[in-house]
């Protein structure tokens, strides 16, 4: 089992940036593929981004892609989502999960993939 602590989030006016972190706990977090997502009020947690448990495969949002950089420290045992030229749109509760990878490249966007979840942080950006 693993647990997740999220932190980095805040308010900032669009185009400004935001460096989201994931600190998870265990010796195990090499075997874990991570991923973020996000929940906007009255709207369901949408997938953001992902990375492999190698670190080598990630995958993004439509949405966020080009604006957006997951990557992650295995010697830190943390994820961070680095978050650029951010909108209005981009406001939401964001949450780090862990699943344990089938293989070294598997990344995965469904929500329901992952049973471990962060407490989420809140990112709201202003107009």
Known sequence: QVQLVESGG????????????????GRTFSTYTMGWFRQAPGKEREFVAAVSRSGGNRNYADSVKGRFTISRDSAKNTVSLQMNSL?????????????????????????????????????????
Do not use: H, I, M
Request: charged share 5%.
């Open 87 to 127: 909108k209005p749109e981009d406001t939401a509760v964001y949450s780090c999960a862990a699943v344990v990878a089938l293989g070294n490249s598997f990344t995965y966007s469904q929500p329901s993939v992952y049973p471990y979840w962060g407490q989420g942080t809140q990112v709201t950006v202003s107009s």
């Open 10 to 25: 805040g308010l900032v006016q669009a185009g400004g940036s935001l460096r989201l972190s994931c600190a998870a706990s």
